[in-house]
């Protein structure tokens, strides 16, 4: 492989800091990013190694695990043997951190060597904290300068970055990103109340032109725009990229998302603890989340079993690190659902892809009569059809030892009347039937009576432990 400004003979990796691309190219390290496929495993395999070796020189908790398991560094002589160390759950890491309290025994550098102390964001269980050492987080902004170059960022960009900056990492990426990549960044952040109001004047008068945030959010200042009489085309994103959940992957929203704004919709994000988080992404073709396999190495995976799966299965991804020095991730499970091609991308990139990106989280799933459903599935169907008024709401119930689907959706300004709702139920009830195979119950109310979030939606109750409990 022909040589880049990245010094990959030693592990881990040294970048020129210097280095930008000129404005017109397409890729970051073309050498790196549209080698063959079988030439840049061997760069992987190069940085795995190196990385399988570190971990279990520096960290009591991968040399246990990796005992009990019976492998060792030794075991790694080619890419596939990586499939031969076991998995790590999200519950080992809240496991470690109780029993070697703030970080865990995963941690491969001194605490005084850490730089910044993030954390999840608990939306599946209690936070973990983890520490990342001031190398990382530069080498965590050269991977998000790379990632955000292949969206269509360029230094002639004016980043507004809407997302709360607290130990959620994903604003803090998108800035480290962006400042590498030479843009002029704009962190505006959420969560104060008015400051989405104050975020459409802002807009108006500094005229970005890329947005960062939660597709819900951009919903809901593209709604907050219109109730001030301006059209959230002439706050002027040109592209906005995503992270957090999975609608900007969903097709009905980011149609929603693209015509709202005028700009592109790119879809991204895996884990915060893979930071970098934009290790799965979008390039501006929007074919797909490209897994960037030489930053962060993904399987994706038979969710039993953990086992790889060949090209075109959905499984789960599991995610290692490749350049980690202070808290690495190796085979961690990540929950989600997916499913992968290694068909070639528009960009010339040779990564392998998510055509339909992140569908959800597989603990989101939940079963009625039988029937697997994903809320994306209901947003997808829901925001393709005229006259929804843009959020919803799920509730499962069980009535009569019977398991009932209610979907409290919003109408649109304009469906006022009986008979225009009624029609629109009617078109909610057949499309959802149709897709979910049960038959739901439609609630609608008007548009502006669901909240509206600044982080992550979380539109699901399921109200059937309470039947239980008050049938017994």
């Given at each position: 492989m022909k040589s880049a400004p990245v010094d990959c003979s030693v592990w881990p990796p040294r970048y020129d800091a210097r280095y930008v691309p000129p404005p017109e190219q397409e890729h970051w390290f073309p050498d790196i990013e549209c080698a063959p496929p079988r030439d840049r495993d061997?760069?992987?395999?190069?940085?795995?190694?190196?990385?399988?070796?570190?971990?279990?020189?520096?960290?009591?908790?991968?040399?246990?695990?990796?005992?009990?398991?019976?492998?060792?560094?030794g075991t790694l002589k080619t890419l596939d043997d990586l499939s031969k160390f076991p998995v790590v759950q999200k519950?080992?890491?809240?496991?470690?951190?109780?029993?070697?309290?703030?970080?865990?025994?995963?941690?491969?550098i001194q605490p005084t060597e850490?730089?910044?102390?993030?954390?999840?964001?608990?939306?599946?269980?209690?936070?973990?904290?983890?520490?990342?050492?001031?190398?990382?987080?530069?080498?965590?902004?050269?991977?998000?300068?790379r990632i955000m170059w292949g969206a269509g960022i360029r230094p002639r960009d004016r980043i507004m970055i809407c997302s709360f900056f607290s130990l959620y990492v994903g604003s803090w990426g998108a800035l480290k990103g962006g400042e590498r990549l030479g843009a002029t960044v704009f962190p505006f952040g959420a969560g104060v109340s008015g400051q989405t109001l104050m975020a459409v004047q802002w807009a108006l008068d500094?005229?970005?032109?890329?947005?960062?945030?939660?597709?819900?959010?951009?919903?809901?200042?593209?709604?907050?725009?219109?109730?001030?009489?301006?059209?959230?085309?002439?706050?002027?994103?040109?592209?906005?990229?995503?992270?957090?959940?999975?609608?900007?992957?969903?097709?009905?929203?980011?149609?929603?998302?693209?015509?709202?704004?005028?700009?592109?919709?790119?879809?991204?994000?895996?884990?915060?603890?893979?930071?970098?988080?934009?290790?799965?992404?979008?390039?501006?073709?929007?074919?797909?989340?490209?897994?960037?396999?030489?930053?962060?190495?993904?399987q994706v995976c038979d969710p039993h079993t953990c086992a790889p799966l060949p090209a075109g299965s959905e499984g789960m991804p599991v995610y290692t690190h490749l350049e980690r020095t202070s808290q690495p991730m190796i085979r961690l499970v990540s929950g989600d659902l997916t499913r992968w091609t290694d068909d070639p991308c528009p960009c010339g990139r040779t990564y392998p892809r998510l055509p339909n990106g992140i569908y959800g989280r597989i603990d989101d799933m939940f079963i009625?009569?039988?029937?697997?459903?994903?809320?994306?599935?209901?947003?997808?169907?829901?925001?393709?059809?005229?006259?929804?008024?843009?959020?919803?709401?799920?509730?499962?119930?069980?009535?009569?030892?019977?398991?009932?689907?209610?979907?409290?959706?919003?109408?649109?300004?304009?469906?006022?009347?009986?008979?225009?709702?009624?029609?629109?139920?009617?078109?909610?009830?057949?499309?959802?039937?149709?897709?979910?195979?049960?038959?739901?119950?439609?609630?609608?109310?008007?548009?502006?009576?669901?909240?509206?979030?600044?982080?992550?939606?979380?539109?699901?109750?399921?109200?059937?432990?309470?039947?239980?409990?008050?049938?017994?």
């Open positions: 061997a760069l992987i395999f190069r940085k795995l190694s190196g990385q399988v070796r570190y971990a279990w020189e520096r960290s009591p908790f991968y040399r246990r695990k990796w005992q009990e398991a019976g492998v060792s560094p519950s080992e890491l809240r496991e470690a951190q109780e029993r070697c309290p703030p970080f865990g025994d995963n941690l491969c850490i730089a910044r102390v993030h954390g999840t964001s608990g939306t599946t269980g209690k936070p973990t904290v983890f520490g990342v050492g001031r190398d990382d987080w530069e080498r965590i902004g050269e991977a998000h300068a500094l005229e970005p032109t890329a947005f960062y945030g939660t597709p819900s959010y951009a919903l809901h200042l593209a709604e907050t725009a219109r109730r001030e009489g301006v059209d959230p085309r002439s706050l002027g994103f040109r592209m906005l990229f995503f992270s957090g959940e999975p609608g900007a992957g969903i097709p009905a929203t980011k149609q929603l998302i693209e015509e709202t704004f005028g700009g592109a919709c790119v879809d991204m994000g895996t884990m915060a603890e893979m930071m970098p988080w934009m290790s799965n992404a979008e390039c501006r073709h929007r074919t797909g989340m490209h897994l960037w396999q030489d930053v962060v190495y993904t009625v009569r039988g029937e697997n459903i994903y809320p994306g599935a209901i947003e997808d169907t829901l925001r393709a059809i005229d006259g929804f008024g843009g959020e919803f709401r799920v509730i499962i119930t069980r009535r009569e030892a019977m398991d009932e689907l209610l979907v409290r959706a919003e109408h649109a300004r304009g469906v006022d009347t009986a008979d225009a709702q009624e029609r629109l139920k009617k078109t909610m009830r057949e499309r959802l039937r149709a897709r979910l195979g049960v038959h739901p119950i439609v609630e609608l109310v008007p548009e502006g009576t669901i909240p509206r979030t600044e982080f992550k939606a979380r539109r699901v109750l399921d109200d059937r432990d309470l039947y239980r409990t008050f049938v017994r």
